[in-house]
Each structure stands twice: as C-alpha cells, then as structure tokens.
C-alpha cells in the first residue's frame, strides 16, 4: 500500500511541475496574444521529456516525466526512486534516447537536475516567471501512466488554478496514516 502511494505522489509532484512549466508559458503567451490550447501543447511538448531508470518491480513503476530548462540539456525532474540507478534514460519528444547523468537532488522538496549531452534543445525560460492566480487556465504534461515510450507526445490535462498557499507551512496540520 505504501510503494502505491509514493508512486502516486510522485506522479502528483509531476504533474504539480508540469502545470507551473506550462502555466509560465501559457501566461507568458496570454500576454502577447492569446494562443489557442493545440497552440500551447504545440510549443510545449518539446520541452517535455520522458525518464525511465529504477522500478519495475514489486509495483514500483520505471518512468517519470521532466522538462528541459537549457538548451544545452539540463533537465528539472522530481526526486524519486526512478533516480536511483547508475543508468538513467531520457527520451526527449522526437525520439532520440540519452543516457542521463544526474547532477544533484533535494529529497526535501523532491527535486533533481539531470543532464544530458545535446545541445540547441527547445527549453523552458525559468527567468521568464509568470505570476498565476487563482482561475487561471492551466496545462499539466507529463508521462504518469508511463504511455509515451518513444517520440509519443506527453499526456496533457487541462485545469484551472484554485487556490495558491504555501505548502511547507501545510505540513503536519492533519494527521494521516501515510
């Protein structure tokens, strides 16, 4: 029960990251012209990337998902077992396979950076933050259910902003057998 709920709050942590990627962008788009949704997915699903390393046993599952934030192949990824491997694949959009080498991670706020060896890849700008507010539209990309294997596009959720709070000062309110 506890290796499902890990896998599910890793895919949640995810999904949390490629919503902020794509609210930037999509903020940042709105700004100038509002784009269409097949726009934004258009110009977004480069900078998306596939990562398989660790899992595929005892329900654990081998992927997860990140995104570009360099041309030259730094990726800002989730910190989970996945990692935990000396051979970490990155599988980027258009198919082309890396190994992967991660250069450091934060199991407190469950972040990591890998790197790759390519160059002039589509990335996301991290100086370019947005600010998003509550009923801002919103786009989540990712490879939670491990469907893209090869140069399939991440899957994409459509969603709007509820509310903003600070996590950290959430933690430890409510009791929870997990």
Request: charged letters at 20%.
């Amino acid at each position: 029960m506890k290796s499902i709920f890990n896998a599910r709050a890793i895919a949640v942590v995810v999904v949390c990251w490629g919503l902020w990627a794509a609210a930037i962008y999509w903020n940042a788009a709105l700004a100038a012209s509002p784009p269409s949704v097949a726009d934004v997915i258009e110009q977004t699903q480069p900078k998306i990337v596939k990562i398989f390393g660790a899992g595929g046993f005892r329900g654990l599952e081998a992927y997860q998902s990140g995104m570009l934030i360099s041309s030259d192949g730094y990726i800002l990824t989730v910190w989970s077992y996945v990692l935990d491997t000396d051979y970490i694949t990155v599988v980027l959009n258009d198919g082309r396979k890396f190994v992967a080498k991660m250069l450091g991670a934060d199991p407190q706020p469950e972040v990591a950076i890998l790197k790759i060896d390519a160059s002039d890849l589509p990335h996301f700008d991290l100086d370019k933050a947005v600010r998003v507010e509550p009923g801002d539209r919103i786009l989540a990309f990712s490879n939670a259910f491990g469907v893209a294997q090869g140069n399939e596009p991440a899957s994409v959720q459509e969603g709007v902003v509820s509310v903003i709070t600070n996590l950290a000062a959430r933690r430890g309110v409510f009791d929870t057998p997990y």
